[in-house]
């Protein structure tokens, strides 16, 4: 970001106090604490949301804090303070049931918007995990409520971000309903393709940094009916995989395939080939299968 910079410590005070929220401690629970800031306009360019046209963008500034692959970014059941949007790096946001089955409900990546659960509540009913090594910006509630009334246009855009990512889990759960289970990984795969097309990534060729089981979670389907697909997408040339690395060779394809065609079993193809030929040696059209090829079938 442009006008993002590292601060010295003898600065937070003088810029907490511009900024209307207090300094983060490692006893508040952040896993790595940085020095490098936002400002406003910043945060509504990472947002792809228009910036107060009367802001000069230093109105308040917002710290970034990187977090390590497998760390948590909040938890379920924590106290609600802050939003998170993505900078950079990998997430899940995940469900925890009584027993300790995780369902995941998203792929957060950058320009994303975390934390929404939270407001109905005051606690958070999700909890995020980052799955690369990640740097999140924290937008504290309290700023952003201040900045709301200061700037109507900008309330207005973050509650059209909000929007957005109700939009894109009612889109979810669509899918889940009514597509099938090859439908759903292909969708999965060219919708991520697209994500990372927006963010001026390959949309072609990329890692998957979620595992298949995680995949399966979020698409209510098992491991193995995710790596089953995939091979069957990978022998049809629909795509390539190669561990985590996924190549989109026929998009199209991919975004319009509404069910694979089942494959016979293999007894039944081997007892229709022995029909026929059986037929053809009936005609004297192979005089030595009866002698010499059948016996190897059996």
Sequence with gaps: MS????????????????????????????????????????????????SPSCSSGEDALFQHVRYKAGQRIHTI??????????????????LIDEYGNEQVLSFPMKGDLLGIDGIYTQRHASEAVALSDCDIILVPYKTFSALGRTYAELEQAMFSVMSRELVREQMMISMLSTL????????????????FSQLGYSGKVFNLRMTRHEIGSYLGLTLETVSRT????????????????????DPLSLKTLRRLSPAKP?????????????????????????????????
Aim: proline share 3%; aromatic share 6%; net charge neutral.
């Design 77 to 94: 059941g924590q106290v609600f303070e802050n939003l998170y949007i993505v900078n950079s790096g990998f997430l899940k946001a995940v």
């Design 3 to 50: 006008s993002s910079s590292s601060i010295d410590a003898s600065d937070l005070s003088a810029i907490n106090q511009h900024a209307s929220f207090p300094v983060l401690s490692n006893e508040a629970g952040w896993r790595c604490q940085g020095n490098l800031w936002s400002n406003l306009r910043d945060v509504c360019d990472l947002l792809k949301i228009p």
């Design 266 to 298: 293999r007894s039944k193809v081997t007892k229709t080939m022995s029909e026929t030929v059986s037929a053809l040696v009936g005609k004297n059209l192979l005089p030595q299968w009866h002698n010499d090829v059948a016996p190897a079938l059996n």
């Design 180 to 195: 099938s289970a090859e439908a759903k990984v292909a969708r999965f795969l060219t919708n991520l393709g697209e994500r």
């Design 230 to 249: 995939l091979s069957a997408f990978n022998e049809l040339g629909l795509i390539t995989v190669d561990q985590r690395q996924i190549g989109i060779i």
